[in-house]
T-cell receptor, first 111, second 116 residues
Framework: EAAVTQSPRNKVTVTGGNVTLSCRQTNSHNYMYWYRQDTGHGLRLIHYSYGAGNLQIGDVPDGYKATRTTQEDFFLLLELASPSQTSLYFC??????????FGSGTRLTVL | AQKVTQTQTSISVMEKTTVTMDCVYETRDSSYFLFWYKQTASGEIVFLIRQDSYKKENATEGHYSLNFQKPKSSIGLIITATQIEDSAVYFCAMRGITGNTGKLIFGLGTTLQVQP
């Protein structure tokens, strides 16, 4: 089973602040994803990548940047955080876009 | 556009009984993959079971099985001999093959409560 580690587990920032969420997977999966989960909206895809240096836009990308620095590492960047970005964020990985394996999530609060 | 719909918001069952959770999907892809995930009270999302559209046989995994009805675009999750620890939110998800994007579309989830 894929091992996907997210950090931090919890993060509080202020409006306009800079936030970086980190994700590392150790099973040599090529695809990695960032989702956000909100009540009433379920899981929504922000960005994803199929390899180092690659970035694909998801369904709710506004206000987010992402970078895949290596096969293992995928980062989500919020450069001017807003209260609407308060959410539970999940990273996931998969082999060629098949079964996704999720990290434990990062709860972000923007005050 | 692809869409996944779970019409049951919540279900409550007695322990050791069988429960079925419904899911219908929309896609124009000729081949696709269907998944069920479980989100525990701690927030962890765990993969349960998968059905590939080209397979006629329903997938099974432990006390989870699927009722795949392709003409109805339906993929139900069946949990037999439910246990208290099965209480969780269950998500249905789909991935089409068009563009091979790897994008998974999720339903909004069904909350299952198993009573002792």
């Amino acid at each position: 089973e894929a091992a996907v580690t997210q950090s931090p587990r919890n993060k509080v920032t202020v409006t306009g602040g800079n936030v970086t969420l980190s994700c590392r997977q150790t099973n040599s999966h090529n695809y990695m994803y960032w989702y956000r989960q909100d009540t009433g909206h379920g899981l929504r895809l922000i960005h994803y990548s199929y390899g180092a240096g690659n970035l694909q836009i998801g369904d709710v990308p506004d206000g987010y940047k992402a970078t895949r620095t290596t096969q293992e590492d995928f980062f989500l960047l919020l450069e001017l955080a807003s209260p609407s970005q308060t959410s539970l964020y999940f990273c996931a990985s998969s082999h060629w876009g098949e079964t996704l394996y999720f990290g434990s999530g990062t709860r972000l609060t923007v005050l | 556009a692809q869409k996944v719909t779970q019409t049951q918001t919540s279900i409550s069952v007695m322990e050791k009984t069988t429960v079925t959770m419904d899911c219908v999907y929309e896609t124009r892809d000729s081949s696709y993959f269907l998944f069920w995930y479980k989100q525990t009270a701690s927030g962890e999302i765990v993969f349960l079971i998968r059905q590939d559209s080209y397979k006629k046989e329903n997938a099974t995994e432990g006390h989870y099985s699927l009722n795949f009805q392709k003409p109805k675009s339906s993929i139900g999750l069946i949990i037999t001999a439910t246990q208290i620890e099965d209480s969780a939110v269950y998500f249905c998800a789909m991935r089409g093959i068009t563009g091979n994007t790897g994008k998974l579309i999720f339903g909004l989830g069904t909350t299952l409560q198993v009573q002792p």
